[in-house]
């Protein structure tokens, strides 16, 4: 049984995004208020979102990069929901609002250290495509992941 409910994001939940997305990683991985602010915002974004008890269990936000092709920015699990099956409901509900909008395919970058995350992304149906070289800046380098929705 879940302890959170899933809903679509709201501006007033940048502030909480912000301030998770703080805990959840460690410079240069996490965003500041600004452009946390701008990815939420962005036009035609899908912003979900978790709550439990009135406060922000975890996030996910996804953009539009061109036609078919969305991108997964970020998804933020708080540390006490993790391994609980929140982040794999949050990727769930991300996938179907992506695909109810026309999105075919879905990717994202992945710190190349981050085990944790490529093994969760992978579990998701999503490949391992390329490395990319300082995308995180020098020395951090990612991996790309893609994901054909739908099955098609």
Known sequence: MCDWILRDGRATDIPAMHALDLVCFDAPFRF??????RFALRVGAIVVVAESRGELAGFVIVHRERRRLGYVVTLDVAPEFRRKGL????????????MESGIMWLGLHVWAGNEAAMAFYERCGLERVERVEHFYGAGFDAWAYRKQLGGL
Do not use: V
């Not at 500041?32 to 602010?37: N, P, Q, S, T, W």
């Open 32 to 37: 500041d208020l600004r452009a946390m602010r």
């Open 87 to 98: 982040a794999r409901a949050l990727m769930t509900e991300a996938e179907r609002q992506a």
